[in-house]
């Protein structure tokens, strides 16, 4: 590790001695169900590397308008979440490997039913019963709510959704523990949730969470190409001239600190994809869009990126404990993470006593000769901290 990281990371393990250590930290992998099908020898169920991860959250499942659900993508979930024929479902992949999997629903692009769902206590216990049955007909372990974001306008929110979110949450918590024992078990209740404070605060953090298992804290889109500046996807820490609230370190201290969060229940995030700014080859300055020649819409993932490092020169924050590409030939600054940033990210979360890890997602860093190298990193830090 470089020293320029190394030193806030001891500051934050001299902090962290009240916190008592997990037996094992969780890494929670997003595996979206369009990627089942995207490219199945590489993505396929069988091909997950299960043994680096305690769960699993498949994405996505949307909410209707009349309360019940629906997968994104059909044929994703035809082959991963079948119930018969031939090979094994997701779920019972997972549970061979000790993985459990929990259901997640909503995410960006299909969050816009939330706000009339949870405004309606109708409505609510519908979708909390199409939840439960959902965890009964696949395996699930339980369900993890992805609400981008109560409030916000252009997913049709409305100023009650605070209040109306925290209520569904405990439809659903209370639905799930009736489901559960049935099979005397506990069903794992999480929620994806943003990094910045305004958007928290409008969510009831400190009310939705003793209804929760775990936050998982989406610390990523810090800064991307909707930002006037080009600046890092990820940063640890705030680089200079930087806001540190737009940082994981930012993200960690207003769960832990201003809501009081127990930093056992906190997971934090690292993307397995970056951002690239047209028109600029340095930090802060100002660019166009996103490249599209070279990453095709969505296609920024660290395999693509691996792929193409020849066309670029690395370089490394010190401050921020994150990388970064500029290529001058093709005019383009590339802001992502590498198996040295997802380490520096595993230690910050040892030495904060955090819970662990979330992924988005899981098949970024699927290299094709079947390597995982963020995901390695991680588990290298993790098991070495036991």
């Not at 994104?72 to 991963?80: C, E, K, L």
């Not at 974001?149 to 605070?162: I, L, M, Q, R, S």
């Not at 001239?241 to 993200?251: E, S, Y």
């Not at 990388?323 to 997802?342: F, K, R």
Request: charged residues 20%; contains cysteine; hydrophobic residues 40%.
């Amino acid at each position: 590790m470089r020293i320029a990281c190394l030193i806030p990371l001891l500051a934050a393990a001299a902090l962290s001695g009240a916190h008592a250590q997990q037996s094992r930290r969780d890494v929670v992998g997003y595996y979206p169900s369009w990627k089942v099908r995207a490219d199945a020898p590489l993505f396929a169920p069988e091909r997950i590397p299960f043994g680096r991860l305690t769960l699993l959250n498949y994405a996505f499942f949307s909410p209707l308008p009349d309360g019940t659900i629906r997968g994104r993508d059909s044929a994703g979930d035809a082959i991963a979440l079948r119930t018969g024929g031939a090979g094994a479902s997701l779920t019972a992949l997972a549970h061979r490997h000790g993985v459990r999997v929990l259901l997640s629903i909503g995410g960006w692009e299909d969050s816009g039913n939330f706000p009339a769902v949870a405004a309606d206590s109708l409505l609510a216990f519908r979708f909390a019963a199409a939840c439960a049955r959902a965890v009964r007909e696949f395996g699930f372990d339980g369900i993890d709510i992805d609400w981008e974001f109560p409030g916000f306008a252009e997913h049709n929110g409305t100023p009650a959704d605070g209040a109306n979110y925290v209520r569904l949450l405990g439809t659903l918590r209370r639905t799930l523990d009736a489901e559960g024992r049935r099979d005397r078990r506990h069903l794992l209740l999480s929620a994806a949730l943003p990094a910045d404070s305004g958007r928290a605060e409008g969510m009831r953090i400190r009310e939705a969470a003793p209804l929760l298992d775990f936050l998982n804290v989406m610390t990523y889109d810090m800064y991307g190409p909707w930002d006037p500046q080009a600046y890092h996807n990820a940063p640890l820490f705030a680089g200079p001239g930087a806001d540190n609230a737009r940082t994981v370190d930012g993200a960690f201290r207003l769960y832990s600190t201003v809501f009081g969060i127990p930093a056992r229940k906190i997971n934090l995030g690292v993307p397995f994809y970056g951002h690239t700014f047209t028109g600029c080859t340095e930090l802060n300055g100002p660019h166009g869009p996103s490249d599209t020649a070279h990453f095709p819409a969505g296609g920024a993932t660290f395999s693509a990126i691996t792929a193409r490092m020849t066309g670029f020169t690395k370089h490394w924050d010190d401050r921020a404990c994150v990388p970064y590409l500029t290529s001058p030939a093709w005019d383009m600054l590339v802001s992502y993470d590498d198996p040295e940033s997802a380490a520096d990210k595993a230690r910050y979360v040892v030495d904060r006593g955090a819970r662990g890890l979330i992924i988005w997602e899981i098949t970024g860093d699927c290299l094709p000769d079947g390597t995982h190298p963020l995901l390695d990193a991680i588990d290298g830090v993790f098991h070495s901290s036991h």
